[in-house]
């Protein structure tokens, strides 16, 4: 029982205190029925005080008076001058506190001001109070935590995008927690609701039926996340060819892809994303590039430049950021043009015969591939008609014959089965450092004579090396050099005094 101070009034021998007794609360009308007392009495012994006048009190910001009798005295056995009895409204969480005061006027004389004190009731149960809930999965049950101490009937709901009537679960009554068993209807409600996303924020609400009411109120609430879980796009049919007809022809099998010459097409079905999310798009990784695609089907990646075999990857990307990854190995066998080294030179090295010889090489392409095709062509180097062309083995010696009084360019070509290479090169004439021709009774040095009975350095007679053309003849005899130096043409230029004068023309 709420009791006051000790009040003192004009007569320091006689005080008054205030108490508010709480007779009942009603939980529906939310009151609490309350007696509020005005007790005076003497401090002394022996003595009394009364007379006619008005005992006046304040409840709750109500103003209430009450006559006063002489038949009221006031001794120190104490009076009730003023009683109230009344209905007081609690707050909405159901606590109360009454500002309760109390004056006298009497015309003994008696008098006080007015004085009080707050009287706090009772609280009376209100609402069921949420107190947390978990964060959950999408395959979850959630569950909810909350204070019903009453055991009043309740509402607890899922609220999520907007929608307050999302997931309702309707007269539950008990304290404590709730589980909320989904159905597969309810998560795909709120699957959908974030489709671009792996989480979804979601309100757990609790209202409470109070009693005599028909529809539940005093919503309390906390905010958490569901998390979708296992939804990955699926995805699976990848493949790969090589659509290169000219080189599947030779391999056999569309399967092996060769470098640099097949053409690489992919292939992967329509990957099927899950939980209300959407396929946004495809990412292609081979070879060390990535390519962004929206759709499924064939694919081509073209000519592949690698030496070995490497890992194609495609995943399939939903609208939450979800992949599912394809893995498959492409095998890829390595070829390059063939190698072509090439050496040709004259026998004797002046000879028109020429030893030419190729050591060309190919790539094995899994001990499939082969030289279809070894051939040479010529022509001499100041001319531009080339010669037919003629075919030759490889990494044997094989003769054949060019004018050793020319020089030639020389052009071979190698041809596998996926390709081909070349190299050229120039065959000099051919030039002895020494030639004896018996015929011609001549000797040549570093080239074949020319002339009869002579001897040649580089193509000149010793006539022409001691006597080149333009050279001045003096002599005492008359007879032309040209008579004397066979094969040469001299003019005369001067004569006189017994002089000649002579000039070689050719």
Request: proline share 3%; charged share 20%.
């Amino acid at each position: 029982m709420p009791e006051s101070q000790v009040f003192g009034t004009s007569n320091s021998y006689v005080k008054y205190k205030i108490n508010v007794i709480v007779n009942s609360q009603s939980i529906e009308n939310n009151t609490s029925n309350i007696t509020v007392n005005v007790f005076f009495y003497r401090t002394n012994q022996g003595y009394s005080t009364y007379g006619s006048g008005t005992c006046s009190c304040g409840i709750n910001g109500e103003s209430y008076s009450q006559s006063v009798s002489p038949s009221q005295k006031i001794t120190s056995s104490g009076v009730i001058l003023f009683s109230k009895t009344l209905d007081i409204g609690h707050d909405n969480d159901g606590s109360k506190s009454v500002w309760v005061s109390a004056r006298i006027s009497l015309n003994t004389p008696l008098s006080s001001s007015d004085q009080g004190f707050n009287a706090s009731l009772p609280t009376i149960p209100r609402m069921a109070i949420c107190t947390g809930a978990d964060d959950f999965k999408d395959t979850e049950n959630p569950k909810i935590y909350f204070n019903n101490s009453k055991n009043f009937k309740l509402q607890m709901k899922i609220e999520a995008g907007g929608n307050d009537q999302l997931i309702v679960r309707d007269n539950i009554r008990g304290n404590g927690s709730y589980t909320f068993k989904l159905s597969e209807d309810e998560r795909n409600r709120l699957r959908q609701l974030c489709p671009n996303s792996n989480t979804l924020g979601v309100r757990f609400t609790v209202a409470t039926y109070m009693p005599g009411q028909s529809s539940p109120n005093n919503w309390s609430f906390v905010d958490r996340t569901m998390t979708i879980v296992n939804a990955k796009p699926s995805f699976s049919g990848l493949s790969y060819k090589d659509t290169k007809t000219a080189v599947v022809s030779v391999t056999g099998n569309d399967q092996w892809i060769v470098r640099n010459k097949s053409s690489l097409q992919i292939h992967f079905s329509s990957a099927t994303a899950k939980k209300y999310a959407s396929i946004s798009k495809y990412l292609i990784d081979f070879a060390g590039s990535m390519r962004e695609v929206t759709s499924s089907g064939n694919h081509t990646i073209g000519i592949v430049n690698s030496s070995q075999s490497l890992t194609l990857k495609v995943s399939a990307i939903d609208s939450r950021g979800n992949a599912t990854t394809l893995s498959k190995t492409v095998t890829i066998f390595d070829w390059i043009e063939p190698i072509v080294n090439v050496s040709a030179a004259r026998i004797n090295n002046f000879e028109n015969e020429i030893k030419l010889k190729s050591n060309t090489e190919i790539s094995s392409v899994n001990n499939i591939n082969a030289i279809t095709s070894l051939q040479y062509r010529a022509k001499k180097v100041d001319t531009t008609e080339w010669g037919s062309w003629v075919s030759f083995e490889n990494k044997v010696n094989t003769i054949i014959s060019l004018d050793n009084l020319f020089a030639w360019d020389l052009e071979i070509r190698a041809i596998d089965k996926f390709g081909s290479s070349g190299k050229s090169l120039v065959v000099p004439k051919g030039i002895p450092i020494m030639y004896f021709d018996t015929k011609k009774l001549s000797v040549g040095v570093n080239c074949f004579p020319s002339k009869n009975k002579s001897f040649e350095i580089n193509g000149k007679t010793l006539y022409d090396l001691i006597y080149p053309v333009g050279t001045i003849y003096f002599s005492n005899n008359e007879t032309n050099p040209g008579e004397m130096f066979s094969g040469t043409t001299w003019n005369s230029v001067s004569s006189g005094n017994g002089e000649f004068k002579w000039v070689r023309k050719k």
